[in-house]
């Protein structure tokens, strides 16, 4: 079955650069949530969309922003790159929000900054 | 607010052993609940879910029951492989609207031979 892809899945920026991350949900999921794990620690929620429209915010630096496009990919831009935002960003999908709906996470992308 | 607690680890077994992994959580209202279970370089992969009190959810010889009296989601599993090792989640969703999920802090199994 076709699963939620992330790309790259390995990146390497140094401080005060840009980086863009893209996902692609599973076929027929209209929600797209976006994660980020720090070394040993739980996955943080960052921000979602459902339909192109963003459906919550969570801790998501000013720095950062994402969208939904059309085919329902996402893109999450990261600017001013900090130390701190070494880390491993999770992209998940789902079939709408529902609490009853799980959702589906791809590889990841390692982000480490230099 | 929302908060999922989990055990620490590493919980370290024998191939064969049986395996609890506690979870609680505190939440409002009936939150759907799941586990997770990360390998080694990997995303995260849903084992299972409940969504609602008394249920139980199972996958792959794991189970777990949404225990709303005790607040409780623990995972079992009744004899573990070497191939189970991992970090495994316990994670909450709200139960209306587009909710994030919400982890615990993962727990790190390690089973030898």
């Known amino acids: 079955a076709a699963g939620v892809i992330q790309s790259p899945r390995h990146l390497i920026k140094e401080k005060r650069e840009t980086a863009t991350l893209k996902c692609y949900p599973i076929?027929?999921?209209?929600?797209v949530y976006w994660y980020q794990q720090g070394p040993g620690q739980d996955p943080q929620f960052l921000i979602s969309f459902y339909e192109k429209m963003q459906s919550d915010k969570g801790s998501i630096p000013d720095r950062f922003s994402a969208q939904q496009f059309s085919d329902y990919h996402s893109e999450l831009n990261m600017s001013s790159l900090e130390l701190g935002d070494s880390a491993l960003y999770f992209c998940a999908s789902s079939f709408g929000g529902g609490a009853d709906q799980p959702q589906h996470f791809g590889d990841g992308t390692r982000l480490s900054i230099l | 607010g929302n908060s999922v607690t989990q055990m620490e680890g590493p919980v370290t077994l024998s191939e064969e052993a049986f395996l609890t992994i506690n979870c609680t959580y505190t939440?409002?209202?009936?939150?759907?609940l799941f586990w997770y279970v990360q390998y080694p370089g990997e995303g995260l992969q849903l084992l299972l879910k409940?969504?609602?009190?008394?249920d139980k959810g199972s996958n792959k010889g794991f189970e777990a029951t949404y225990r709303k009296e005790t607040t409780s989601f623990h995972l079992e599993k009744g004899s573990v492989q070497v191939s189970d090792s991992a970090v495994y989640f316990c994670a909450l969703k709200k139960s209306t609207g587009f909710q994030k999920l919400v982890f615990g802090t993962g727990t790190r199994l390690l089973v030898s031979p």
């Open positions: 409940a969504t609602k009190a008394d």
């Open positions: 939440a409002t209202g009936y939150p759907s």
């Open positions: 076929p027929r999921h209209d929600t």
